[in-house]
T-cell receptor, first 117, second 115 residues
Framework: GAVVSQHPSWVICKSGTSVKIECRSL??????MFWYRQFPKQSLMLMATSNEGSKATYEQGVEKDKFLINHASLTLSTLTVTSAHPEDSSFYIC?????????????FGPGTRLTVL | AQSVAQPEDQVNVAEGNPLTVKCTYS??????LFWYVQYPNRGLQFLLK??????LVKGSYGFEAEFNKSQTSFHLKKPSALVSDSALYFC?????????????FGKGTKLSVIP
């Protein structure tokens, strides 16, 4: 079945460094991918929509210069947290829709846990 | 195994009628449950959550959900459906394990509100 992977699954970095998180659709193409952020014991919040070949669309309140998104191919979207600070520590999840028949099915990656020291 | 399930792929309802989108859960400990909506070509948008407290949770756009521990359900409801409510709805739950929590989703239910 369709699978979405994320890499790395866990990253620890120093404050001020940049971290890149990859989201891949493994056996289907995704012109659109979504990036979410989840705080501990909290719900998942949409950050941005990644569009292949064009600029990402960011949700209100999300800093586009802080969270750089690049959708370089039909199977890969990357989220770069620039100049990370401890408040950026969170669980980042991506998803990709796949159309089958009359509906889209949303496939979620396993998530990346970012810890900024 | 812990899980969140949505038993219906699609729900059709006439505009103005009440709607229900079903969700059942199987989690250890106290469940943390959520509902999200996805409009075409958009990401998931948060509707409401149950952490603790009142079993009836009110959320965005007039939606509410009822937590029922005995039936292990968390059905999404709205008294009067609008055509603009047509979308994909996802039930999610925070599942605990190994000292951490992982958010997991049901497969989604497509809601079609017929004018």
């Amino acid at each position: 079945g369709a699978v979405v992977s994320q890499h790395p699954s866990w990253v620890i970095c120093k404050s001020g460094t940049s971290v890149k998180i990859e989201c891949r659709s493994l056996d289907f193409q995704a012109t659109t991918m979504f990036w979410y952020r989840q705080f501990p014991k909290q719900s998942l919040m949409l950050m941005a929509t990644s569009n292949e070949g064009s600029k990402a669309t960011y949700e209100q309140g999300v800093e586009k210069d802080k969270f750089l998104i690049n959708h370089a191919s039909l199977t890969l979207s990357t989220l770069t947290v620039t100049s990370a600070h401890p408040e950026d520590s969170s669980f980042y999840i991506c998803s990709a829709p796949r159309t089958s028949g009359f509906r889209d099915t949303q496939y979620f990656g396993p998530g990346t846990r970012l810890t900024v020291l | 195994a812990q899980s969140v399930a949505q038993p219906e792929d699609q729900v059709n309802v006439a505009e103005g009628n009440p709607l229900t989108v079903k969700c059942t859960y199987s989690v250890s400990g106290n469940p943390y449950l959520f509902w999200y909506v996805q409009y075409p070509n958009r990401g998931l948008q948060f509707l409401l959550k149950y952490i603790t407290g009142d079993n009836l949770v009110k959320g965005s756009y007039g939606f509410e959900a009822e937590f029922n521990k005995s039936q292990t359900s968390f059905h999404l409801k709205k008294p009067s459906a609008l055509v603009s409510d047509s979308a994909l709805y996802f039930c999610g739950g925070l599942l605990s394990g190994a000292g951490s929590y992982q958010l997991t989703f049901g497969k989604g239910t497509k809601l079609s509100v017929i004018p």
